[in-house]
């Protein structure tokens, strides 16, 4: 099935070759309708779903920035939309086929660090997998990974490593912390949250890791990038919402772009 989809991409993109994959969040898409030159809604490609969140369009879009070939999901598919997981990384098989030695992956995420506020980006330095699934279950395709997948070295350090300089060159505060995914779709309860802080994390979401472990087993470097929408649930008093999420996200999306095309430039 993945090569299915590989071909009918080959055959829409012609000779573009993307070497960096990027997954947008939330409210984070407007990087790919800046700089579309081709787009392929997730409706026509064989083995894709379409997205049901709203804040999310369903296409792949194919675009030239800071003079590298990028291939991005304006939108992803959720565990908690009920795709099976092997669905939800589909997407990153395709990219490792087209031929994406890097994949940026970016989520919308609540703060679980005091220290955080709306609006605050974190470059993700290790994940906790929550998700009560992992995405490798299942015969192992040899031609991709391994069986048993190194994970020590998941989120590329020396990319965090540059992350962290270019964001300081760049005059932008980027955080940094462990991101643990839950499915969702409910927010955490405080207690979770409690659980989740004295875990390590610092941030909690409900997608990336599933995308992050496929493109490490696959041997793509990662880069994680989250957008701390709103304090996780009672580490302010103040409740959750959809909107608030989508709102911050729009808050933070200037200093992402510029992050974001910063982090390209160099890689
Ligand atoms: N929890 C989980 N996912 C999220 C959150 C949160 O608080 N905010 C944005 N996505």
Known sequence: MVNYAVEFIKEKIGNFKP??????????????????????????????????????????????ISGKKIVMMQGRFH????????KVVFPV??????????????????????????????II?????????NPLIGPNDDNMGERFPDMSNIYTKE???LAKKISKNIGIDLQEGVYMAFTGPSYETPAEVRMARTLGADAVGMSTVPEAVVASW???KVIGLSCICNSAAGVST?????????????????????????IIKEI
């Open 159 to 161: 990319y965090v490593d």
């Open 79 to 86: 565990f908690y939309e009920g795709h099976p997981i092997q």
């Open 19 to 64: 070497e960096i994959g990027i997954i947008l969040g939330s409210g984070l898409g407007e990087l790919a309708d800046e700089y579309c030159k081709i787009a392929i809604p997730y409706s026509e490609i064989p083995g894709f779903e379409a997205s049901t969140v709203s804040g999310h369009k369903s296409r792949l879009v194919f675009a030239e």
């Open 125 to 133: 330095t290790d994940h906790i997998n929550h998700m009560g699934v």
């Open 93 to 122: 098989k395709v990219m490792k086929l087209l031929g994406v030695k890097t994949l940026i992956v970016t989520n919308a995420a609540g703060g679980v660090n005091p220290k955080f506020k709306p609006a605050d980006l974190m």
């Open 238 to 262: 103040v409740g959750l919402s959809h909107a608030d999420v989508i709102k911050a996200a729009n808050d933070a999306k200037d200093k992402f772009k510029k992050l974001v095309k910063e």
């Open 218 to 220: 696959a041997k793509m």
